[in-house]
C-alpha cells in the first residue's frame, strides 16, 4: 500500500500563486505516475497533471497548461503542484494520486486540500 498526504491549500486572491505538496510513503517503489486531480463542489473530479518518478513524461489539462507546474523529488518521495495566475475557477479540493506499474487507473489517493480562490 502507499498513502498520500496533501498539504498546502489555502484562500488566495485571483492571480496568486499556491504550491500544493504530496508526500508518498509506504510501497511507493510500486508506483511510476504520479497527478494531481481536483474537484469543484457540484462536479466531477477531473485531471489536472501528472509526471512519472524521474520526471520522464509530464501531462497537464489544457485548463492549467502555462499556469501550473508539477514536479517530482523521487529521493523524497515528494511531488509537487505550483499553481500560479490562479482563478476563481481552479477553486477545488485538489487531490494526490498514485498508479501502479502495469496498471492503468490510479490507485492510490490522498484525502484532499482545499484550494479556494477569491476574485
Known amino acids: 500500500q502507499v498513502q498520500l498526504v496533501e498539504s498546502g491549500g489555502g484562500l488566495v486572491q485571483a492571480g496568486g500563486s499556491l504550491r500544493l505538496s504530496c508526500a508518498a510513503s509506504?510501497?511507493?517503489?510500486?508506483?511510476?505516475?504520479m497527478g494531481w486531480f481536483r474537484q469543484a463542489p457540484g462536479k466531477e473530479r477531473e485531471f489536472v497533471a501528472s509526471v512519472t518518478w524521474e520526471g520522464g513524461d509530464i501531462d497537464y489539462a489544457d485548463s492549467v497548461k502555462g499556469r501550473f507546474t508539477i514536479d517530482e523529488d523521487n529521493a523524497k518521495n515528494m511531488v509537487y503542484l505550483q499553481m500560479n495566475r490562479l482563478k476563481p475557477e481552479d477553486t477545488a479540493i485538489y487531490y494526490c494520486?498514485?498508479?501502479?506499474?502495469?496498471?492503468?487507473?490510479?490507485?492510490?489517493w490522498g484525502q484532499g486540500t482545499q484550494v479556494t480562490v477569491s476574485s
Open positions: 509506504g510501497r511507493t517503489f510500486t508506483t511510476y505516475l
Open positions: 494520486a498514485g498508479q501502479d506499474v502495469g496498471r492503468h487507473t490510479f490507485d492510490y
